[in-house]
């Protein structure tokens, strides 16, 4: 079975200051990874994803995530954020075949002080 | 409409009684799937359908969930006899399938159906 860890639970920073978000899977075979965000109020969106290929993948608002297979990994960063980045992040994880379901970290409370 | 749709946004019900919530996926879109978020538990995953084959009921946490889903296209979770520990945001999804072997897909949700039972 899937699982995916999420320790960092409530993340406080000031606007400028750069962002890192853990994120870590368990699981035996090849997996799609993903970062979806929910902002106060909206549904879930894709932030980014990684399939295959360059492990370095880059999404919307500026928001970046680097895959390392041999730490089962998949950290979030941002270089600079903004009151606006103020949500929740949950990374998922699903086999990398077909449509699967998608197994979720308990999310990342980030909290943007102006 | 442009995205996935979900009815009611918000459910109040009293400990045993039945609800239905709806979800009206992106057209086109073959696999629906639901999802529980709940204070705790994060997100978890319920059912799954992909066109005319046999769900993956393997998420549903008892037999007074059930889901079904008409003509491909809208579904409907029902929640039998409901219970306190039932309270929690139920979230659909829908997916393009792949037109390609290995090919992927990306999940998009709905706003949710905010449940509580009192």
């Known amino acids: 079975a899937q699982s995916v860890s999420q320790h960092n639970h409530h993340v406080i920073l000031s606007e400028a200051a750069s962002l890192e978000l853990g994120c870590n899977y368990s699981?035996?075979?090849?997996?799609?990874l993903f970062w979806y965000v929910q902002y106060p109020g909206q549904h879930l969106q894709l932030l980014l994803k990684?399939?295959?290929?360059?492990?370095l993948v880059k999404g919307i608002k500026g928001f970046e995530a680097e895959f390392i297979k041999s730490k089962f990994s998949f950290n979030l960063r941002k270089p600079s954020v903004q009151w606006s980045d103020t949500a929740e992040y949950f990374c998922?994880?699903?086999?990398?075949?077909?449509?699967?379901?998608?197994?979720f970290g308990t999310g990342t409370r980030l909290t943007i002080i102006p | 409409g442009a995205g996935v749709s979900q009815s009611p946004s918000n459910k109040v019900t009293e400990k045993g009684k039945d609800v239905e919530l709806r979800c009206d996926p992106i057209?086109?879109?073959?696999?629906l799937y639901w999802y529980r978020q709940s204070l705790g538990q994060g997100l978890e995953f319920l059912i799954y359908?992909?066109?005319?084959?046999?769900?993956?009921k393997s998420g549903l946490p008892s037999d007074r969930f059930s889901a079904e889903r008409t003509g491909g296209s809208v579904s409907t979770l029902t929640i039998q006899r409901t219970q306190q520990e039932d309270s929690a945001v139920y979230l659909c999804?829908?997916?393009?399938?792949?037109?390609?072997?290995?090919?992927?897909?990306?999940?998009?949700f709905g706003a949710g159906t905010r449940l509580s039972v009192l």
């Open positions: 998922a994880v699903n086999a990398n075949f077909g449509n699967e379901k998608l197994t």
């Open positions: 699981y035996g075979g090849t997996v799609n």
């Open positions: 990684y399939f295959s290929g360059d492990p």
């Open positions: 057209s086109g879109h073959t696999a």
């Open positions: 359908f992909q066109g005319n084959s046999a769900p993956d």
């Open positions: 999804a829908s997916a393009n399938p792949p037109l390609l072997p290995g090919a992927k897909n990306i999940q998009y």
